[in-house]
């Protein structure tokens, strides 16, 4: 296991990657906030990192909304686009049946 990922302790909200995303996206934060079901005041305190340590379930949501992974935004990896997996999985959500 590389340093990197064996002390868990050290993994974090990235607010700062959250923030740019949600630019890079051209995405309010109150349309983030929206889509995660999360309050907008919410999206600004884990931007501001004020909220270092987040469940899982917001950090997935986020990373869905942002179409990120949720190892960028916990600054596990400075990769912020997913996998072709997640995009075909995308995919086949939005093909009509």
């Not at 309010?28 to 079901?37: F, G, I, L, P, Y």
């Not at 884990?46 to 990120?68: C, D, F, N, Q, Y």
């Amino acid at each position: 296991m590389s340093q990197k990922t064996s002390d868990l302790s050290s993994i974090c909200f990235r607010g700062d990657r959250l923030r740019d995303m949600r630019h890079k996206r051209g995405l309010s934060a109150d349309r983030v906030a929206k889509a995660a079901d999360l309050t907008t005041h919410h999206i600004f305190r884990l931007e501001r990192g004020e909220r270092p340590h987040v469940w899982g379930i917001t950090v997935a949501k986020l990373a869905w909304v942002l179409e990120t992974t949720t190892d960028f935004l916990l600054g596990l990896t400075d990769t912020s686009t997913p996998t072709k997996t997640r995009r075909r999985y995308q995919d086949e959500q939005e093909s009509p049946r």
